[in-house]
């Protein structure tokens, strides 16, 4: 029996929902056994309270010194040198001593890190598999102990590959995404209804309420906007997850617009935003990533901070989303963009980027690992993966590949050799219709790229 520990962090939803579909996909193995694990799990009251505010206010009351210590080399350097929190390290390794896993994936790179400082050691023996659950990376990921990286594009590649990760220990095979909402895209697609109102989802809530701080402003102020403009053909849905005084708050104002209808926690998801023609949300990676495989046009409601601004550079730089900042634009936004057939190009654009069964072959590539399948039973997982990177590799593999510097603010390697001029506007809610290009057919495993305008995301207009 092999076996797998998967480890996340409950930031958010995404780090756990990616951890969740990945052990989903490996559930019908039979040889294998995966254990789930958050790092958290030993922060009880007052310190996971803690945990939880100090992201709200990293996200929503310093945005731009969080994107700066998030995009910040020098601080992970820093970074690197300190120890590990001790109760969450005691906790880790309890778990890898009882439970001796032949692999370690991480969707986190806290967990990841822990491990990553005990592997140094020669305590913790299995190899680490990273998973990003987010569009770019950060360089607080330790590489040096990572003996294979999982990214969701191609930019996130070409930053490791920048920070001299080894092409070969890269592989972009998506982000992961629960079953259901494969299963839901193929009965949308199949079951396209056209003769019903449009449909327009808005996300104000999970079952963690502090990462949808950022947009409850916004979501209140367009609500109160829908009930002077009573705008035709449309049907609002907003789902506020967990967040009970928001709902109370939202169902009041909207009391009189049989237009809007406004719901908690939504347990079938997929099917919720499979009914949707627009989707309004924040740009967390999981949910883009399901808007994604579903085809579905996104307006954004905010730019967010760190990799939230990381996620929306990638999705404006490729024409999938739209920004809109201005409450008092969104509901014209969202009705200008279904009758004019914008929607219908960022739909276009979204599937080019969609990875839907990144689940199903990240947990593929696990069992080819491991010895299931393809290879062996007893063949060496060592041997397979590959020696661990050392810091002599990373400064000549540094040297010896000019790879395009990325990151938050700085125009990706898509955006720098496919864009059609400096100074094209992005998608942005008050600026002109953009044109968006249409998907050029690829061969093979190739995934269809899409040749459109774009600009900077730190040239936005603020």
């Not at 007893?378 to 002599?392: F, M, T």
Request: net charge positive.
């Amino acid at each position: 029996m092999k076996k797998i520990l998967i480890c996340y962090a409950s930031i958010g939803s995404g780090h756990r929902i990616a951890a969740e579909a990945i052990q989903e996909a490996l559930g019908p193995v039979a040889h294998v056994d995966v254990k789930l694990v958050d790092v958290f799990a030993p922060l009880q009251g007052s310190r996971r309270k803690i945990t939880e505010l100090a992201s709200l206010v990293s996200m929503w009351i310093a945005p731009q010194l969080y994107t700066r210590a998030w995009n910040s080399e020098l601080l992970s350097g820093l970074s690197a040198k300190l120890p590990a929190p001790q109760h969450l390290r005691r906790y880790l390794m309890s778990i890898y001593r009882d439970y001796r896993p032949d692999l370690i994936l991480c969707t986190h790179a806290l967990p990841c890190t822990i491990f990553g400082k005990e592997a140094a050691g020669a305590v913790v023996t299995a190899p680490i598999i990273a998973v990003a659950t987010d569009f770019q990376v950060h360089p607080y990921w330790p590489l040096a102990s990572i003996h294979h990286f999982i990214v969701g594009s191609e930019i996130a590649r070409d930053q490791l590959r920048q920070w001299g990760m080894a092409a070969n220990w890269i592989s972009v095979l998506g982000i992961p995404i629960r079953q259901q909402f494969v299963e839901t895209m193929a009965e949308s697609q199949r079951e396209k209804d056209t003769t019903q109102a449009h449909r327009v989802l808005m996300l104000a809530g999970g079952k963690a309420s502090a990462p949808h701080a950022t947009v409850w402003r916004a979501v209140i102020s367009m609500i109160r906007r829908l009930g002077c403009l009573r705008i035709p053909c449309s049907q609002w849905t907003v789902v506020t997850g967990n967040n009970g005084w928001l709902k109370r708050l939202l169902t009041w104002i909207a009391r009189d617009n049989p237009q809007v209808t406004v719901v908690g926690y939504v347990h079938d998801m997929a099917t919720l935003l499979a009914k949707s023609d627009v989707i309004l949300t924040k740009p967390g990676g999981l949910t883009l990533t399901e808007c994604l495989a579903l085809h579905k046009p996104i307006v954004l409601l905010t730019r967010g901070a760190g990799q939230e601004a990381a996620n929306t550079q990638y999705l404006l730089n490729r024409g999938a989303a739209i920004l809109c900042e201005d409450p008092t634009q969104t509901a014209e936004l969202v009705e200008r963009i279904l009758l004019n057939g914008e929607a219908r190009e960022l739909a276009q654009n979204a599937a080019t980027l969609a990875y839907p069964h990144a689940a199903d072959q990240i947990a593929n590539y696990l069992l080819k690992l491991l010895g299931v399948g393809d290879l062996s039973m007893n063949g060496d997982l060592r041997e397979i993966l590959g020696p661990r990177p050392s810091s002599r590799f990373f400064a000549e593999d540094h040297a010896a590949h000019g790879v395009l510097k990325v990151g938050i603010g700085q125009p990706d390697r898509c955006a720098a050799e496919e864009c059609a001029g400096e100074g094209a506007q992005p998608p942005i809610a008050g600026a002109q219709p953009k044109q968006l290009g249409a998907p050029v057919q690829g061969n093979g495993d190739q995934k269809e790229r899409v040749n459109f305008q774009t600009r900077r995301l730190d040239a936005m207009p603020q």
